[in-house]
């Protein structure tokens, strides 16, 4: 990998203020509090890479470095992470009403959730500056993920999660040696704990979502790889679990990076942030035409993953689907888990809840008119249902040794 390797990362910048910071030392948030975003040399890029020699790259998402921060191949970590499958779903697309539907499965990657993404760029940019551990707040998926990493990268992990998470993800982090525990609360909770612990410890990073500049440029290689997957066109309509959003900010900002590339032409697609209705901080903004949400209460919902009552990015979100003309909608819970059911058995496809609720919009969205139904329509489904047993509900009759199956049930 190392011939001809490079990265133009250039320095970061203030989401709010525009204002520059150094790239190569460790950072969390600007001083304004705001997210910091990894900003590169576009035009080296563009001078020095073609999408043709993309295509003939290894097919994971450092196949795009060129625009990821790591700036010397030997600190990669890497579990084979990218180029998830963009899959037609003609069956459960003509049931919606909506025959050009799509999902990029990252139940496949590793670690079974779109986690992996953030975690590989920014585990791998750790190392690259010294850090020593990692620590961080989660509602499961993104600490499996960042814990197994870490390990792969030598390097001591400290998660900290709300008690309700999903047990799978409890056991990945053990199991990697990380540093559990478990909080008789929300990932806000956690998070006060997370700051309070690092505060304490020499050479720990905390790596809460939008703390840190680099796992938001491993989620955007999801926005990379669907317009390449679609021969370099972008879809007309993205859909996205909404949480604390850092997903559907990195579409965003992969979509106007290849933009300037060169990469891309024409609208950009338009982005829906999908939330559930027990903790819709996001879509309450989007529907008061506010910049900013506020805290929602009593925030609970069985999509466990996007129940974030105050997301540190939510302008970022909040801009990211205003610019492109989308919108933001919540469903319900008994919404969710029927378009997860009716999905797995009209396509064979076990979606994550968080995913299913996209899935759930857009036939919410094609029976408002919102979708017109001749749209290429891009789900993201963030993760394996097979990490979420409990979604399931398994009530079958058993049977004795000596019993027959029924001839027709």
Known sequence: ????????????????????????????????????????????????????????????????????????????????????????????????????????????????????RGAAVGVSRAAELGVRGIAMPTNGNAGAAWSVYAARAGLRSLIAMPVDAPEITRREC???????????GLIGDAGRLVAAAVAGREGYQEVSTLKEPYRLEGKKTMGYEIVEQLGWRAPDVILYPTGGGVGIIGIHKALREMRELGWLSGELPRLVAVQ????????????????????????????????????????????????????ALAVTDEELLAAQRALARAEGAFVCPEGAACFAAVGRLRESGWLRGGERVVVLNTGSGLKYPETVAVDVPTLPVDGRIPARP
Request: aromatic content about 6%; hydrophobic content about 40%; glycine content about 10%.
């Open 1 to 116: 990998m190392s011939a001809g390797y490079f990265s133009a990362l250039s320095h970061l910048e203030c989401s709010r203020t525009g204002e520059r910071s150094e790239a190569d030392a460790v950072q969390g948030t600007s001083a304004a509090g705001a997210p910091l975003l990894a900003r590169y040399d576009l035009e080296r890029v563009r001078a020095r890479v073609t999408r043709e020699e993309i295509a003939g790259r290894a097919p994971d998402l450092w196949r795009y470095r060129e625009v990821l921060p790591v700036r010397d191949p030997r600190h990669i970590v890497s579990l084979g992470e990218g180029m998830t499958p963009l899959l037609p779903l003609p069956r459960y697309g003509a049931e919606l009403g909506v025959p050009g539907l799509l999902m990029k499965d990252e139940g496949l990657i590793p670690t079974g959730s779109f986690k992996a």
């Open 276 to 327: 559930a209705a027990g903790c819709a901080p996001i879509v309450e903004a989007f529907e008061r035409g506010e910049r900013e949400s506020v805290p929602f209460p009593d925030a609970r919902t069985v999509a466990f993953g996007i129940t974030v009552p105050k997301a540190l990015g939510d302008f970022l979100v909040l801009d990211a689907v205003r610019e492109t003309g989308g919108t």
């Open 174 to 184: 053990v199991v990697a040696g990380a540093e559990l525990y478990l909080v008789d």
